[in-house]
C-alpha cells in the first residue's frame, strides 16, 4: 500500500508557509505559561489516561457531558482509532473525494473495502452518498482541499439514513458558521472532531477531540494508547480554552484577510471556491498549476498543489498575516504576467 504523505514541514523558516494551513498567529500566552508550568511540576509523573483537565474544560465550552468526549494525539489520532475501531477486513468506508486523503490510508491499513464517491463540480454531497451498508462514512466540514461547507441540516439528514457510524470531521469549523456537535445528542451514530492545530494555533501540540453519544466514546477507550496526550498537550489545550477570546480575535482576523485574499484571486482570473475554511482552493480550469507552485516555492512561498487528475488545475492557498498574503498575491500576479 501507499501511505499518506503529509504537506511539506521545511524546519528553516525559509518560506512563507502557506501549504498545511496552521495559523499564523501565535496561541494564547496562557499556553506557554500552563506548559512552563506543568514542565517544572510533574513531568515525571505519566499524564492523566482520558486527560480529565481537558475534557472537563471542554464540556464547558462545548455544552456536552464529558462522557461525550474523547480527547486524541491530534484529531489524526482520533481518525486513527476511529477506524480501528468500527472497520475490519473488508467492511464498506464511504468516502467523498476529493478529501482529506489521510481518511484512505486509514481504510487501507485495515484492509476496508473503502468507496470513493466524487463530490459535485461544486462540492456538494452527490445523491446517493448515504449507504446503509457502510460501517464508517466520512465527512469533512468544511472540506479540504476546497474550504467547501455542507449545511448542518443535509448532516442530520444522512445520520438519520445511515446505519453505521457517521464521522464528521470539523478540524476547520471555527472558520465556518456551524457545527454538527448539537447533533450528537440526537444521533446515537455521529462522532464530531476538532483540533487544535488550526484556530488555536497549536498544531505542533498535537490535539484533539472526539465528540459523541457515550457509547461510541467507550468502544473507543478500549482502542486507544492509554496515555494517548502527554502532559504538556494536556496543559497546553485546556489553557487554550480558558482563553476563547484570544482565538476568536485570530479567526475573525483570518476570515478577513481570506476575504481579501479570495477576492484578489478571483481579480487574477483564478475560480475560487467560497471557503468557510482558513485556506481557499483556486483553480483555473484546465490549466495545470503545478508550475505556479514549483515558481512560488522558488520565490520562498509554499503552497499546496496536488498532483491528482481531480486537483492538478488548483492550487490551495492557507490564509496568512496581511503582508504573507499581500507578498503571495505580488509574487503571483508577476508569475502569471511573465507566462
Ligand atoms: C480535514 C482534516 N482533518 C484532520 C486534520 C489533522 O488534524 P490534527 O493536526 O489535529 O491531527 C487535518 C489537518 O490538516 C485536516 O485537514
Keep these: 500500500m501507499e501511505g499518506y504523505s503529509p504537506g511539506e514541514q521545511p524546519q528553516d523558516g525559509q518560506y512563507i508557509k502557506l501549504n498545511t494551513n496552521e495559523n499564523p498567529y501565535p ?5 506557554a505559561e500552563a506548559i512552563n508550568k506543568e514542565a517544572n511540576t510533574s513531568i515525571r509523573l505519566y499524564p492523566s489516561p482520558m486527560a480529565d483537565s481537558l475534557r ?63 463530490f459535485t463540480e461544486n462540492f456538494d454531497i452527490p445523491e446517493g452518498f448515504a449507504k446503509r451498508d457502510a460501517k464508517l462514512t466520512f465527512l469533512a466540514n468544511p472540506n479540504s482541499p476546497s474550504g467547501t461547507f455542507t449545511p448542518i441540516k443535509k448532516i442530520a439528514g444522512f445520520a438519520k439514513e445511515l446505519n453505521g457510524v457517521l464521522v464528521v470531521d470539523e478540524a476547520y469549523v471555527d472558520f465556518a458558521s456551524e ?9 446515537p451514530n455521529i ?17 484533539g477531540l472526539a465528540f459523541a ?13 492509554s496515555y494517548n496526550l502527554n502532559r504538556l498537550s494536556i496543559a497546553a489545550a485546556a489553557a487554550a480554552l480558558d482563553d476563547m477570546p484570544w482565538m476568536e480575535n485570530n479567526v475573525a482576523k483570518i476570515k478577513k484577510t481570506r476575504q481579501r485574499l479570495s477576492t484578489s484571486l478571483t481579480g487574477l482570473g483564478f475560480k ?48 496568512g498575516t496581511d503582508d504573507e498574503i499581500s507578498r503571495l498575491l505580488k509574487e503571483l500576479s508577476d508569475i502569471l504576467e511573465k507566462k
Excluded: W
Design 56 to 118: 472537563r474544560k471542554a464540556a464547558k465550552v462545548h455544552g456536552v457531558r464529558e462522557e461525550n468526549i474523547l480527547a486524541g494525539n491530534g484529531a489524526d489520532d482520533l481518525l486513527s482509532i476511529l477506524v480501528r475501531s468500527f472497520v475490519g477486513k473488508g467492511d464498506l468506508v464511504v468516502i467523498p473525494t476529493p478529501t482529506y486523503t489521510l481518511y484512505d490510508t486509514l481504510v487501507a491499513i485495515q484492509e476496508g473495502k473503502k468507496l470513493n464517491i466524487p
Design 272 to 319: 475560487v471556491y467560497p471557503s468557510q475554511s482558513n485556506f481557499v482552493l483556486a483553480k483555473i480550469p484546465g490549466r495545470n498549476l503545478k508550475g505556479i507552485y514549483e515558481e512560488l516555492k522558488r520565490r520562498d512561498v509554499l503552497v499546496r498543489y496536488f498532483d491528482t487528475p481531480e486537483l492538478n488545475d488548483c492550487i490551495r492557498i492557507t490564509v
Design 213 to 225: 453519544n457515550r457509547n461510541l466514546i467507550h468502544g473507543m477507550i478500549k482502542v486507544k494508547d
Design 179 to 187: 457545527s454538527a456537535i448539537p447533533l450528537i445528542n440526537e444521533y
Design 191 to 207: 462522532v464530531v472532531l476538532r483540533t487544535f492545530s488550526k484556530s488555536f494555533s497549536l498544531a505542533g501540540m498535537r490535539i
Design 27 to 31: 496561541p494564547s500566552p496562557k499556553v
